[in-house]
């Protein structure tokens, strides 16, 4: 499983990064105003649809199914499968483009009130969800296909595809916008130019695999569909609570002054570099492998892959949040301060940032223990789960927003993930299904330790030095950085907490 991880975080890095890149430009051409606003609101869109149809519910029913059929049955049953699962996709997905772009007016009205007295704002981001909605169809089909490798540990191709949606949201800036009406345009033909490319990539990877099936033939429904839909059901209904919550963070948004929707997005965007490559990944590769463990009949290994895989996401985000937490300034305003990005809005962005990242051991967690619930076919329970996650993170949310405004937001969207977290964990505890070992109990107060002696260190370094701009900016965050580092593996490694020899032989 490390060897996994360490394969869908490599290429996640490599992404994130690449977004990094992106998400500069954007800001320095955007900035967090109305312009902003709009393309994020639209890329949100398909993204909470993707999130819904395309992974979550959907992965955690297909992939144990469609493992444990080419398992049992052999890889022709497994692309039937595949096949099935993808023709009712498309025509689902299909038909809920189409609706969602005759009534986007309509669907914006609900998603952002606060933009109903902005005639110019609501047109514009009406205009721009229309472009970027069918990249809804295209992303969930590559999340399917994307699937369909990850079952058989062909993990680089999926995880390496949304390189492509950076790549052509870059060249779309710069090769589209003396074309188009604004920037803000030529980035969301951009993204839907991506949703394509990611599709023939995860296609022909298929293809080599020896696993290639047909995205769209005559629609049949089988027992092993129904068996899927039926699984997934359940899960789908908690995906919604889930983005449900999304949505609410832009209503809540779309009510505070403009520049709200894009400082979130900059500062969910660096706190989504740590999650993207550990949670991701480590979900990605747990979920088959519990799966073929428990098929099996190998509970206890199931138990130990949990113990690592929490052990693992622990080792490297509580380094990461309290990093963020100490450098949440100098990382936004060397990142994004600059063209349209002013410094007062950068650093309300890196307050934002801030919130965000003392959730993040909590976002990651949920990565490592919601495959306990779906590789034994249970998409029931996170669902009830995910509706006290919404009661807290609206509650929270419209508290919050009165005193310290869009940092309110941030701060729920935290506390919710630790709700999240400590139901999932405490649930399978109470049936058994996880427990803490002897190494993880051991290791999680070094862990701390280590991260919190960091923090201190990096804290102290970063308000030693004196004010830079330029390049000297980056020097000093890489800098601050590179202490980071030393200090934590080291400290981490003298208390054994990590054994970096054995990580660097994995």
Excluded at 45 to 68: I, S, Y
Excluded at 260 to 267: D, E, F, I, K, Q
Excluded at 339 to 361: R, V
Excluded at 407 to 426: D, E, P, R
Aim: hydrophobic fraction near 60%; glycine fraction near 8%.
């Amino acid at each position: 499983m490390f060897r996994h991880v360490l394969t869908i975080g490599g290429w996640t890095f490599a992404s994130r990064i690449l977004g990094f890149l992106r998400d500069m430009l954007i800001a320095a051409a955007l900035g967090a105003g109305p312009l902003g606003d709009a393309f994020f609101i639209a890329l949100r869109l398909p993204n909470l649809f993707r999130r819904l149809f395309g992974e979550g519910a959907f992965n955690a029913a297909f992939v144990p199914a469609f493992t444990g059929m080419l398992t049992l049955e052999g890889p022709k049953r497994a692309r039937e499968l595949a096949e099935r699962m993808s023709t009712l996709m498309t025509l689902w997905l299909g038909l809920l483009v189409g609706l969602g772009m005759v009534f986007m007016p309509q669907i914006m009205r609900v998603l952002t009130p606060g933009l109903a007295d902005e005639p110019l704002r609501f047109d514009l981001v009406v205009e721009l969800s229309r472009i970027t909605f069918p990249y809804l169809l295209f992303i969930c089909l590559t999340a399917l296909v994307s699937g369909v490798l990850n079952a058989v540990d062909r993990f680089a191709m999926a995880a390496g595809a949304p390189l492509l949606f950076n790549l052509l949201a870059i060249a779309a800036l710069f090769g589209l916008t003396p074309f188009v009406a604004t920037p803000a345009h030529a980035l969301a033909w951009g993204t839907m130019a991506s949703g394509v490319a990611q599709l023939v990539l995860v296609v022909v990877a298929c293809h080599k695999a020896g696993l290639g099936f047909r995205l769209l033939s005559w629609p049949r429904v089988t027992p092993e569909t129904k068996q899927v839909v039926r699984t997934m059901l359940p899960g789908l209904v908690g995906a919604s609570i889930t983005q449900l919550s999304l949505a609410i963070d832009i209503f809540i948004a779309s009510l505070l002054p403009a520049g709200a929707v894009s400082m979130l997005n900059y500062a969910d965007r660096v706190a989504q570099l740590p999650l993207g490559v550990v949670g991701a990944a480590v979900g990605t590769a747990l979920l088959p492998l519990l799966s073929r463990q428990l098929r099996a009949g190998r509970p206890l290994s199931a138990h130990r892959s949990m113990n690592r895989a929490v052990e693992m996401s622990l080792a490297l985000t509580l380094p990461a949040a309290a990093a963020l937490v100490v450098l949440a300034e100098p990382i936004i305003l060397t990142l994004y301060q600059r063209g349209a990005m002013t410094e007062a809005a950068a650093q309300a962005t890196a307050q934002a940032l801030m919130a965000y990242a003392c959730g993040l051991p909590a976002f990651v967690l949920v990565k490592a223990f919601a495959p306990g619930f779906f590789a034994r076919g249970d998409t029931a329970t996170p669902v009830k789960i995910g509706l006290v996650v919404v009661v807290v993170n609206l509650s929270v949310s419209l508290t919050l927003i009165h005193v310290v405004a869009h940092v309110g937001i941030a701060l729920a969207t935290a506390l919710a993930a630790w709700v999240n977290t400590g139901l999932l964990c405490a649930i399978l505890a109470r049936r058994g299904q996880w427990v803490a070992d002897r190494r993880l109990r051991r290791n999680l107060w070094r862990l701390l330790l280590a991260s919190v002696v960091m923090a201190g260190v990096v804290g102290a370094a970063s308000a030693a030095l004196p004010p830079a701009t330029g390049l000297w900016r980056w020097l000093e965050l890489g800098a601050l950085v590179m202490l980071g580092l030393a200090t934590y593996f080291g400290l981490a490694q003298a208390l054994g907490a990590l054994r970096l020899r054995e990580v660097l032989r994995r």
